[in-house]
């Protein structure tokens, strides 16, 4: 070969030396950025210049012109992603969990310092001492005091957790636009690397980073699958929808209930809409929404993937109250942890308040039966007495004493009977299509007739006695086994345990919570290890190449300074 052609050997080992030099900088300059992929170089030989055939030979008379940085490639393994993200979207939706079950005890377990079970207690030692000493005008107050302490503390609780539940529905929104964001990302990536690879010449490692590290904080937000075309576009599907596919982001809408100002995930696409007259739409999302909460939650259905789906789980659809738990609805509220919680503590104070009015009443002389009045229609079935103002356990306007009284309605419906003249005072019923009938924490006070006066309580029999039965009734109300926390509990328990049994069920709920998420961190953690050790720089690794290269720089360029100094001396020794 003419030793003129020979210095191209040299110039192309040095251009490729300088290149591999270049990427070991690169990845030893990035070995502690996050989603960096470690890029290795791939040499090849140049075109062979062929001097001469021979069919008689073994081969062709060729000689080569020097080597050729053919391209630098990233080092991943498809599959270990594709595991790493399906394993870090369950470990983030575990890890909500958690965080929401720990927010809760927190929430039951202490009010401003104290533990609401502290109240309860207090409560319960009020009723104590009241059956000890029922006609005592301290006694009654202290009862009607600790009621009172009882209705404040128990709202403050229920408070709270609604406020928790409007903490979770802002997440819920900052990560809907975190998604929709993303997923505009993934378009731009897309179009980037597709305009540098479409020649065949380079390849946008960098820009495959920024992508692929927006695709593993996808998957912790949402149970995603993803794939590449032959173009290097990636498609992305979320709970089997497509989200970025040929070049659309179909971003996912909010839908807000006018009632709670809850959101609600769902695909546009899919839902159908009504134009209002300002031009917005209105749109029914049944059957469009993103996430179908009523499927049970389990790793083997691959329900249990993503952190947006345990914060609208967690959060609920509304406000639970007692009426959540009757037969035929609980499954509505039993996998929301919020919702769970705010219907069981409902229930509690539900139970209390109408045991200690119906005690009350019962000492007020009222009755259960069929009741004619002077229109000539007939109450059936109705607790009701006769109007009494002078009557035990009665109130000025003749209607029997409630410790707990409704704050939208009154609970007692004056009627007057078939003889045209009596007065009877209904109990009116709780309906649950009828929010302000019920004794719910949200609508329950004490009476503020018995706050300004608590000796109306009296409990002194018209004969002048103590009134012990009903006082004894009451203490015996609270020990009474007779409540379930939830339709799913067999246990009985008393008020004075129920609240005791609801914290040990949080408690509970929250240890498996936390074990799960543990045991899901270990498995995250093995297979990121396992991914590093493909994906991951190595410093040791990049200072031997770099050794290497630099060894390889200075070889081609001694090759080079031969080749002059040949040249030279041929040039010399021929007088040119």
């Known amino acids: 070969m003419p030793l003129m052609g020979s210095l191209y050997i040299g110039s192309s080992g040095l251009q490729t030396s300088q290149n591999a030099l270049n990427t070991t900088a690169h990845n030893l300059s990035n070995v502690d950025t996050t989603g960096y992929t470690r890029q290795q170089v791939q040499q090849s030989n140049r075109a062979y210049v062929t001097l001469s055939t021979d069919p008689k030979s073994i081969s062709n008379k060729q000689t080569g012109l020097g080597v050729t940085y053919s391209r630098v490639k990233q080092v991943r393994d498809y599959f270990l992603d594709k595991t790493y993200r399906k394993e870090s979207g369950r470990s983030m939706f575990y890890e909500v969990s958690t965080e929401v079950m720990e927010e809760v005890e927190s929430q039951l377990g202490e009010l401003n310092g104290e533990a609401f079970q502290t109240t309860m207690t207090d409560f319960w030692t009020a009723i104590q001492e009241l059956s000890k000493d029922p006609s005592s005008s301290v006694t009654q107050g202290m009862l009607v005091q600790r009621a009172a302490e009882f209705v404040q503390r128990a709202g403050a609780v229920y408070s709270g957790l609604s406020s928790y539940q409007n903490n979770l529905n802002t997440q819920i929104k900052q990560n809907v636009d975190k998604i929709n964001k993303y997923g505009n990302q993934l378009l731009t990536l897309n179009d ?256 503020p007739a018995l706050t300004k006066e608590p000796s109306k309580l009296g409990f002194r029999l018209a004969d002048g006695s103590e009134d012990k039965e009903t006082a004894d009734a009451l203490k015996a109300a609270f020990t009474e086994e007779a409540y379930t926390l939830n339709p799913n509990v067999q246990k009985k328990t008393t008020f004075v345990d129920y609240y005791t049994d609801l914290v040990s069920q949080v408690s509970n709920s929250g240890y498996v919570f936390r074990s799960i998420y543990e045991n899901q961190v270990t498995t995250v953690e093995a297979t990121q290890s396992a991914r590093e050790q493909v994906i991951g720089v190595s410093t040791d690794e990049e200072l031997s190449n770099m050794i290497k290269f630099q060894n390889a720089y200075n070889a081609s360029s001694r090759y080079i300074n031969v080749i002059s100094e040949m040249l030279d001396h041929i040039l010399s020794t021929l007088g040119v």
């Open 192 to 447: 980037q690397i597709r305009a540098i690879e479409s020649g065949g010449i380079e390849h946008a490692n960098d820009l495959r980073d920024a992508r692929n590290q927006i695709l593993d904080e996808l998957a912790e937000l949402t149970n995603m699958t993803f794939s590449e075309d032959r173009y290097g576009s990636v498609s992305v599907q979320i709970e089997g929808v497509d989200f970025v596919k040929d070049g659309t982001c179909y971003e996912i809408a909010l839908k807000t209930d006018e009632a709670t100002g809850f959101y609600t995930p769902f695909w546009p696409q899919d839902a159908t809409y009504t134009v209002r007259a300002d031009g917005t739409r209105d749109y029914n999302i049944d059957g469009a929404e993103v996430f179908d909460l009523s499927v049970e939650i389990s790793s083997d259905l691959n329900t249990d993937v993503g952190g947006l789906k345990a914060m609208l789980l967690a959060r609920g659809d509304h406000r639970a109250n007692y009426t959540d738990l009757a037969e035929g609805k609980y499954d509505g509220v039993s996998q929301s942890v919020v919702m769970n919680i705010q219907a069981e503590f409902d229930q509690m104070i539900h139970n209390v308040v109408t045991k200690v009015n119906d005690i009350l009443a019962k000492a007020a002389g009222v009755q259960t039966g069929d009741l004619k009045l002077a229109d000539g229609t007939t109450r059936p079935n109705v607790r009701y007495c006769v109007s009494d103002p002078n009557g035990y356990m009665r109130m000025e306007d003749g209607s029997p004493i409630q410790l707990f009284t409704k704050v939208t309605t009154d609970g007692y419906e004056k009627v007057i009977g078939e003889d045209g003249v009596t007065e009877y005072w209904i109990m009116k019923d709780e309906d649950p299509k009828s929010p302000e009938s019920l004794y719910t924490i949200g609508n329950l006070q004490v009476n």
